[in-house]
């Protein structure tokens, strides 16, 4: 490195933490213009417990996280998640504040910059023989990588940022343990590494890692390294009986049979069957090179890698052999560091364990991978990146300078990367219409894109010149998650919702009618195909003079809703106006029945027995609606 690179180092280490501070916020604060995004909902803003506010926080403590959104429909997400703390702290804005999500963004930036600070001061008093300029280097590259995107411009990420926290305030309470032997330091551990699992389960990572790192940076001292074992085991041990006490025994194996909770099923028969041995390697591999690809060239991005991401493959592909040997290699490479006590041997370690348990070899996650799972691997990847550089570069100032250099361009480009992606997290419609065209084979990212076309084209007023052609554009994203996912009830719904906007109520039907063959109990489907039906009967019987259709409409609807007082009724009107008055009063007759106390149910029979030659039933159905309503019948024959 040159003497003027030096100079200019000597002046940032001399301020390392306010650069950090610095960096985080300049690179986030975009993200204060922002929005609710994707589980923002789950969490907060339809979560019930969260905005209950104070009153809230006990159900916060005793269900599972999504148990406010999904009620007794808590298990429709695969596997159980036990997040009170972040829960706790949305839960307390939503009491002071209400829905104000650019206070729940500056959170989030606040704890992302303190975050970055909290690891440089930990790696500066964990390897202090390491010169400042390189653990800056890996912070900084920490601070602007972009995976991180997700983490930080979502208010949900907020469980990810304080399980990383509180992980890392255990780590450096278990330094000075070990350098001072302080009760108060080793109590302070176990209750950090608590916190951290009550943000997020994924700090089980730690009990391994900082065990690893003391191995690593500090003289072997058994004793010493056993009490810390055991003072994070304790905390660990107490997570789990409060977990297991609160949502119950969770299943861990991907037994789903539905894709979106199970990423390695595949369709035989029109019935999910798990994946062969080979087709889960093989995807198993393609999200290992995946991830190591986001490592390293974070572009393009997206929130959505759900079934069919990757497709299917029956044999192991060149790529998930590629990706498999590359995470092997890294292991071996590890290893053959371990004894020597090699820098970027623990930055390996750091990576695997903690990406470990994302990669669906020990339990199923419910997704394939997400970059969110890379948040605390990243900082592992980029240790080895850096320390690896240190070992192997020339000690040369021209070829140290050349590097600075390379370094200090990824540096600004990785931040103009995570300025331009926060952008794309300012609401769900931006969100899914951008993302989509990233997981253009992910069921669920066509879904959502289809959704908040219907949602924005409905919210801007079927009227707009543009709702048209954003219906249509969802009718096509819809389309393509069936093709996906022939199965997926929720597809089958939106599509329904969008083909009846379109007036399109042949098509709604038949859509209304797969989502409830899939899911005969799915109330909503049942409720829209009703009202949908209604409307488009009554559009092509009076608008359109099209009494043929409109009848097959209803008809179609009865077999699923025979006791829906309105649509009886319609039934009957319809088959009265056709000239069919036997079955007209056979409807209406019904009608009286589901709906005794309704004038104008009365007043319609009456009408079909006036009209039928039985005018004395007539006089009487008549007289009882008059007597339900005074003067219905004189309004009606005007």
């Given at each position: 490195?040159?003497?003027?690179?030096?100079?200019?180092?000597?002046?940032?280490?001399?301020?390392?933490?306010?650069?950090?501070?610095?960096?985080?916020?300049?690179?986030?604060?975009?993200?204060?213009?922002?929005?609710?995004?994707?589980?923002?909902?789950?969490?907060?803003?339809?979560?019930?417990?969260?905005?209950?506010?104070?009153?809230?926080?006990?159900?916060?403590?005793?269900?599972?996280?999504?148990?406010?959104?999904?009620?007794?429909?808590?298990?429709?997400?695969?596997?159980?998640?036990?997040?009170?703390?972040?829960?706790?702290?949305?839960?307390?804005?939503?009491?002071?504040?209400?829905?104000?999500?650019?206070?729940?963004?500056?959170?989030?930036?606040?704890?992302?910059?303190?975050?970055?600070?909290?690891?440089?001061?930990?790696?500066?008093?964990?390897?202090?023989?390491?010169?400042?300029?390189?653990?800056?280097?890996?912070?900084?590259?920490?601070?602007?990588?972009?995976?991180?995107?997700?983490?930080?411009?979502?208010?949900?990420?907020?469980?990810?940022?304080?399980?990383?926290?509180?992980?890392?305030?255990?780590?450096?309470?278990?330094?000075?343990?070990?350098?001072?032997?302080?009760?108060?330091?080793?109590?302070?551990?176990?209750?950090?590494?608590?916190?951290?699992?009550?943000?997020?389960?994924?700090?089980?990572?730690?009990?391994?890692?900082?065990?690893?790192?003391?191995?690593?940076?500090?003289?072997?001292?058994?004793?010493?390294?056993?009490?810390?074992?055991?003072?994070?085991?304790?905390?660990?041990?107490?997570?789990?009986?409060?977990?297991?006490?609160?949502?119950?025994?969770?299943?861990?194996?991907?037994?789903?049979?539905?894709?979106?909770?199970?990423?390695?099923?595949?369709?035989?028969?029109?019935?999910?069957?798990?994946?062969?041995?080979?087709?889960?390697?093989?995807?198993?591999?393609?999200?290992?090179?995946?991830?190591?690809?986001?490592?390293?060239?974070?572009?393009p991005l997206t929130h959505d890698y759900y079934p069919r991401f990757f497709d299917t493959?029956?044999?192991?592909?060149?790529?998930?052999?590629?990706?498999?040997?590359?995470?092997?290699?890294?292991?071996?490479?590890?290893?053959?560091?371990?004894?020597?006590?090699?820098?970027?041997?623990?930055?390996?370690?750091?990576?695997?364990?903690?990406?470990?348990?994302?990669?669906?070899?020990?339990?199923?996650?419910?997704?394939?991978?997400?970059?969110?799972?890379?948040?605390?691997?990243?900082?592992?990847?980029?240790?080895?990146?850096?320390?690896?550089?240190?070992?192997?570069?020339?000690?040369?100032?021209?070829?140290?300078?050349?590097?600075?250099?390379?370094?200090?361009?990824?540096?600004?480009?990785?931040?103009?990367?995570?300025?331009?992606?926060?952008?794309?997290?300012?609401?769900?419609?931006?969100?899914?219409?951008?993302?989509?065209?990233?997981?253009?084979?992910?069921?669920?990212?066509n879904n959502a894109a289809g959704g908040v076309l219907i949602d924005q084209a409905v919210?801007?007023?079927?009227?707009?010149?543009?709702?048209?052609?954003?219906?249509?554009?969802?009718?096509?994203?819809?389309?393509?998650?069936?093709?996906?996912?022939?199965?997926?009830?929720?597809?089958?719904?939106?599509?329904?919702?969008?083909?009846?906007?379109?007036?399109?109520?042949?098509?709604?039907?038949?859509?209304?009618?797969?989502?409830?063959?899939?899911?005969?109990?799915?109330?909503?489907?049942?409720?829209?195909?009703?009202?949908?039906?209604?409307?488009?009967?009554?559009?092509?019987?009076?608008?359109?003079?099209?009494?043929?259709?409109?009848?097959?409409?209803?008809?179609?609807?009865?077999?699923?809703?025979?006791?829906?007082?309105?649509?009886?009724?319609?039934?009957?009107?319809?088959?009265?106006?056709?000239?069919?008055?036997?079955?007209?009063?056979?409807?209406?007759?019904?009608?009286?029945?589901?709906?005794?106390?309704?004038?104008?149910?009365?007043?319609?029979?009456?009408?079909?027995?006036?009209?039928?030659?039985?005018?004395?039933?007539?006089?009487?159905?008549?007289?009882?609606?008059?007597?339900?309503?005074?003067?219905?019948?004189?309004?009606?024959?005007?």
């Open positions: 490195m040159t003497s003027s690179n030096r100079s200019f180092f000597n002046t940032i280490v001399s301020r390392p933490h306010l650069l950090i501070a610095g960096l985080a916020i300049m690179c986030y604060a975009n993200t204060l213009w922002n929005g609710y995004a994707l589980d923002d909902s789950i969490v907060i803003t339809q979560n019930d417990h969260t905005k209950a506010g104070v009153r809230g926080v006990n159900k916060l403590l005793t269900t599972d996280a999504f148990h406010g959104f999904f009620g007794g429909e808590s298990n429709y997400v695969a596997g159980g998640r036990y997040r009170p703390l972040s829960m706790i702290s949305f839960a307390l804005e939503y009491q002071l504040f209400g829905e104000t999500p650019a206070l729940s963004h500056l959170i989030n930036v606040l704890l992302y910059a303190c975050l970055c600070m909290l690891i440089f001061s930990l790696l500066r008093a964990m390897i202090p023989r390491a010169r400042d300029e390189f653990l800056l280097l890996a912070v900084i590259l920490f601070v602007v990588h972009p995976v991180h995107t997700e983490v930080v411009a979502n208010i949900k990420g907020r469980d990810e940022i304080l399980c990383f926290l509180f992980a890392l305030l255990s780590w450096k309470c278990s330094l000075i343990f070990f350098e001072k032997s302080s009760l108060r330091s080793i109590l302070l551990m176990g209750l950090y590494f608590f916190l951290a699992l009550l943000s997020k389960e994924n700090a089980v990572s730690f009990l391994l890692i900082i065990p690893l790192s003391l191995y690593f940076f500090r003289e072997l001292n058994l004793r010493k390294g056993v009490i810390i074992f055991i003072g994070l085991f304790i905390p660990f041990l107490l997570f789990m009986v409060t977990r297991h006490k609160v949502i119950g025994a969770t299943d861990l194996t991907g037994t789903s049979m539905e894709l979106m909770n199970n990423p390695f099923v595949k369709l035989e028969s029109n019935v999910y069957v798990p994946y062969e041995l080979v087709e889960k390697v093989d995807a198993i591999g393609r999200s290992m090179l995946e991830y190591l690809r986001l490592m390293v060239y974070p572009h493959n029956s044999s192991l592909s060149v790529i998930a052999g590629i990706g498999i040997f590359l995470f092997s290699s890294l292991f071996f490479i590890s290893v053959l560091g371990l004894r020597q006590k090699k820098y970027y041997s623990f930055g390996i370690l750091f990576f695997l364990i903690s990406i470990g348990i994302y990669l669906n070899i020990i339990f199923s996650v419910g997704t394939l991978m997400s970059e969110r799972f890379l948040f605390i691997p990243s900082l592992g990847f980029i240790l080895l990146v850096i320390f690896l550089l240190k070992e192997l570069i020339p000690k040369t100032d021209r070829i140290r300078g050349i590097v600075f250099y390379v370094v200090l361009a990824l540096i600004v480009l990785f931040s103009a990367k995570t300025i331009t992606r926060n952008a794309v997290w300012k609401n769900n419609f931006t969100l899914f219409t951008t993302d989509v065209a990233v997981s253009h084979r992910s069921a669920k990212a919210a801007q007023g079927l009227d707009h010149p543009d709702s048209q052609e954003m219906l249509e554009r969802a009718m096509v994203y819809l389309d393509r998650a069936q093709e996906i996912h022939p199965l997926y009830r929720g597809s089958y719904l939106l599509e329904g919702n969008a083909a009846c906007h379109l007036k399109k109520y042949a098509k709604a039907q038949t859509a209304y009618e797969t989502a409830l063959r899939i899911d005969p109990g799915h109330q909503l489907a049942l409720d829209n195909m009703l009202l949908c039906g209604r409307q488009g009967a009554e559009y092509l019987g009076k608008s359109q003079q099209k009494l043929t259709e409109s009848l097959d409409l209803l008809k179609r609807i009865e077999k699923y809703a025979p006791n829906d007082p309105d649509l009886i009724r319609l039934l009957g009107v319809a088959h009265g106006v056709s000239g069919d008055i036997d079955r007209a009063i056979s409807y209406m007759e019904k009608s009286v029945q589901l709906q005794p106390n309704s004038a104008y149910n009365y007043y319609n029979l009456g009408s079909a027995y006036f009209n039928s030659g039985r005018k004395f039933e007539a006089e009487e159905m008549f007289v009882k609606a008059e007597t339900l309503e005074p003067g219905i019948v004189q309004r009606n024959r005007k």
